[in-house]
């Protein structure tokens, strides 16, 4: 009964910032690998950021230096702090967790007006 609930989605403006959280239960994140993906209107889902089991991040290319992705597992989350936004980072931004298959939330908005 994994569930993953992602929130702190919203409207900004280009330049500003957001940190958006996926809380898991019916799991420990605790060592888990576990991902941020997005997908823009009439776009394909895409790879934002990667947290693997022992800790190591990746950032993709086009979001390196001013996306960050971290874990804590005292709040049993992971994170996406997202800065210097801009318009084509407009996107619902899903967290996923890999347990044997791979489960995900139900995405947050996040819209950047310019």
């Known amino acids: 009964q994994v569930q993953l609930v992602e929130s702190g989605g919203g409207l900004v403006q280009a330049g500003g910032s957001l940190r958006l959280s996926c809380v898991a239960s019916g799991i420990s994140v605790r060592a888990k690998a576990m991902a941020w993906y997005r997908q823009a209107p009439g776009k394909q889902r895409e790879l934002a950021a990667e947290?693997?089991?022992?800790?190591?991040?990746n950032i993709v290319d086009s979001m390196q230096g001013r996306f960050t992705i971290s874990r804590d597992d005292a709040k049993n989350a992971v994170y996406l702090q997202m800065n210097s936004l801009k318009p084509e980072d407009t996107a619902v931004y899903y967290c996923n967790l890999w347990y044997g298959s791979l489960y995900w939330g139900e995405g947050t908005l996040v819209t950047v007006s310019s």
């Open positions: 947290i693997t089991g022992d800790g190591s991040t």
